[in-house]
């Protein structure tokens, strides 16, 4: 496996800086998906290959997690927290949620200091007209 590819899967590299959660997950796919193609797991039954497997799910759901920009910092310390871990899917079905009940809040933010701008123009103006 390339150098690059396995720097980008370790570290998320190529994945952070992504806007929303789809992107950075979806590109976060994209090269577990490349690097288990290039290097896949043997076909084994064994209780080893299983704690492996069990292993390598964990560690994916951890690094989705911890590539989350702070904004999520909440509801990453929220399915830390939960026993069993839940999956990457999971997680990221729950971060998803969150960030679409946060879409509307930072929206109406945004227009209340529009607003206040505005506004705060407003009475700018009327002291001028008034002092004239």
């Known amino acids: 496996m390339s150098k690059e590819i396995l720097g980008s899967v370790i570290h998320c590299k190529n994945a952070r800086g992504t806007t929303s959660v789809t992107s950075f997950f979806t590109k976060?796919?994209?090269?577990?998906?490349?690097?288990?193609?290039?290097?896949?797991?043997?076909?084994?039954?064994?209780?080893?290959?299983t704690e492996v497997k069990c292993y390598m799910e964990t560690q994916k759901t951890m690094k989705f997690l911890m590539g989350l920009n702070e904004s999520y910092a909440t509801i990453r310390?929220?399915?830390?927290g939960l026993d069993p871990l839940p999956t990457v899917n999971k997680a990221y079905a729950m971060?998803?949620?969150?960030?679409?009940?946060?879409?509307?809040?930072?929206?109406?933010?945004?227009?209340?200091?529009?607003?206040?701008?505005?506004?705060?123009?407003?009475?700018e103006l009327l002291i001028m007209l008034i002092v004239m």
Do not use: M, Y
């Open 28 to 49: 976060l796919k994209e090269l577990w998906d490349e690097k288990d193609s290039l290097c896949g797991f043997l076909a084994c039954t064994c209780n080893t290959a």
């Open 77 to 80: 310390s929220n399915i830390i």
């Open 95 to 123: 971060a998803l949620r969150h960030e679409k009940q946060a879409d509307p809040i930072a929206k109406q933010l945004h227009q209340l200091r529009h607003l206040h701008s505005l506004l705060r123009s407003l009475v």
